[in-house]
């Protein structure tokens, strides 16, 4: 056998990859620390003389062209972006802080939490978030825009997940469990019924698993599982790869009612019997519903074997009739892209 097929050199060439990844991402991030302080650092020289001099905003303007008659090649020093350095610097007073923690996004990250972010401790969720996800600008835009922070840190959600799981998954899965979730790329229609928003739901899983947040790996909806000869079917079934488990959600078009978190209960059984295997923790229901009355869901959870959850849901209202003659329609958006 030649080396080239053999396992050692297989890991050899794995190893290597790692490293040269492992190198450039250290790379990248040393590349953005140095900007980010470059950037700090002109910031805080444009403060220095303000204070001093009783400058306005006007003398940035002469700065930028200053700069561009220096370096014309040179990106990223226009009046705006200055003006961003110099609120970056009055924002963040400590180059540590700048160093250890903001350096670890990119600097037009940081402009949107300056600019859609006041409160430090939110600014830090968002930036561990950010880290933790991957997410892009736009997903940071669209998940402050979308309240995240609130939805994930509602300290009032209507869950048993204390009591029914173990620790730290208890924690993990209250802290997963948003309320309510943002479905703003769906919709709504007078005539839509569970299945429609499901399907809405499964054609824009991209967004749908976007919304879940990170970890869940969609698996299928309509799942069918067969107990006692007879055929049940579970609206949408996801595994969350950070609690080992599987997660089930229902749908409901209306109010939440009592019976909903019975017929779950009886599901996630049937999953945890059916699906579960020993590695994997016990499976969590997520009961998702219009509008939830706060008591009355907790009592239906109260005495539940399986943890649940229960959280509300937003759809885009339908487009008022008024609007929709001063609209484009799909035809002619299109007809003007061709």
Same mark, same amino acid.
């Given at each position: 056998?030649?080396?080239?097929?053999?396992?050692?050199?297989?890991?050899?060439?794995?190893?290597?990859?790692?490293?040269?990844?492992?190198?450039?991402?250290?790379?990248?991030?040393?590349?953005?620390?140095?900007?980010?302080?470059?950037?700090?650092?002109?910031?805080?020289?444009?403060?220095?003389?303000?204070?001093?001099?009783?400058?306005?905003?006007?003398?940035?303007?002469?700065?930028?062209?200053?700069?561009?008659?220096?370096?014309?090649?040179?990106?990223?020093?226009?009046?705006?972006?200055?003006?961003?350095?110099?609120?970056?610097?009055?924002?963040?007073?400590?180059?540590?802080?700048?160093?250890?923690?903001?350096?670890?996004?990119?600097?037009?990250?940081?402009?949107?939490?300056?600019?859609?972010?006041?409160?430090?401790?939110?600014?830090?969720?968002?930036?561990?978030?950010?880290?933790?996800?991957?997410?892009?600008?736009?997903?940071?835009?669209?998940?402050?825009?979308?309240? @995240?922070?609130?939805?994930?840190?509602? *300290?009032? %959600? /209507?869950?048993? $997940?204390?009591?029914?799981?173990?620790?730290?998954? +208890?924690?993990?899965?209250?802290?997963?469990?948003?309320?309510?979730?943002?479905?703003?790329?769906?919709?709504?229609?007078?005539?839509?019924?569970?299945?429609?928003?499901?399907?809405?739901?499964?054609?824009?899983?991209?967004?749908?698993?976007?919304?879940?947040?990170?970890?869940?790996?969609?698996?299928?909806?309509?799942?069918?599982?067969?107990?006692?000869?007879?055929?049940?079917?579970?609206?949408?079934?996801?595994?969350?790869?950070? @609690?080992?488990?599987?997660?089930?959600? *229902?749908? %409901? /078009?209306?109010? $939440?009612?009592?019976?909903?978190?019975?017929?779950? +209960?009886?599901?996630?059984?049937?999953?945890?019997?059916?699906?579960?295997?020993?590695?994997?923790?016990?499976?969590?229901?997520?009961?998702?519903?219009?509008?939830?009355?706060?008591?009355?869901?907790?009592?239906?959870?109260?005495?539940?074997?399986?943890?649940?959850?229960?959280?509300?849901?937003?759809?885009?209202?339908?487009?008022?009739?008024?609007?929709?003659?001063?609209?484009?329609?799909?035809?002619?958006?299109?007809?003007?892209?061709?």
């Amino acid at each position: 056998m030649s080396i080239e097929k053999s396992s050692e050199f297989k890991e050899l060439i794995s190893g290597i990859k790692v490293q040269i990844k492992n190198s450039r991402q250290k790379a990248l991030l040393a590349v953005n620390r140095e900007l980010l302080i470059l950037y700090w650092n002109i910031g805080n020289i444009i403060l220095e003389y303000q204070d001093k001099e009783g400058w306005g905003t006007k003398v940035i303007d002469n700065i930028a062209k200053e700069i561009k008659a220096e370096f014309p090649d040179q990106k990223g020093f226009s009046p705006r972006n200055l003006k961003y350095m110099r609120k970056f610097s009055e924002e963040y007073k400590d180059i540590k802080f700048v160093q250890e923690v903001l350096a670890q996004i990119t600097w037009y990250h940081n402009i949107t939490l300056l600019e859609k972010v006041k409160d430090i401790d939110k600014r830090l969720w968002y930036i561990e978030k950010t880290m933790e996800n991957g997410w892009s600008r736009n997903t940071l835009v669209h998940q402050i825009e979308s309240n @995240l922070f609130d939805r994930q840190n509602n *300290e009032i %959600k /209507t869950t048993n $997940f204390m009591e029914k799981l173990e620790a730290p998954n +208890n924690k993990l899965a209250v802290e997963a469990l948003k309320d309510p979730y943002i479905f703003d790329f769906i919709t709504m229609t007078e005539e839509m019924n569970e299945r429609d928003i499901e399907n809405q739901l499964v054609k824009r899983i991209t967004k749908l698993l976007l919304e879940l947040g990170s970890g869940f790996a969609f698996i299928g909806n309509q799942y069918k599982l067969q107990v006692g000869g007879e055929d049940y079917y579970l609206d949408l079934l996801f595994y969350n790869l950070k @609690l080992r488990c599987y997660v089930v959600i *229902e749908l %409901k /078009t209306g109010k $939440f009612k009592p019976e909903y978190a019975g017929k779950l +209960n009886f599901y996630l059984s049937a999953v945890d019997d059916l699906l579960k295997t020993e590695v994997d923790s016990p499976s969590i229901g997520i009961i998702l519903c219009k509008e939830k009355n706060k008591l009355v869901a907790e009592y239906s959870l109260k005495d539940m074997t399986k943890p649940i959850g229960v959280s509300e849901y937003k759809l885009l209202e339908k487009i008022p009739e008024e609007l929709k003659g001063t609209l484009p329609t799909i035809e002619e958006i299109e007809d003007t892209l061709e």
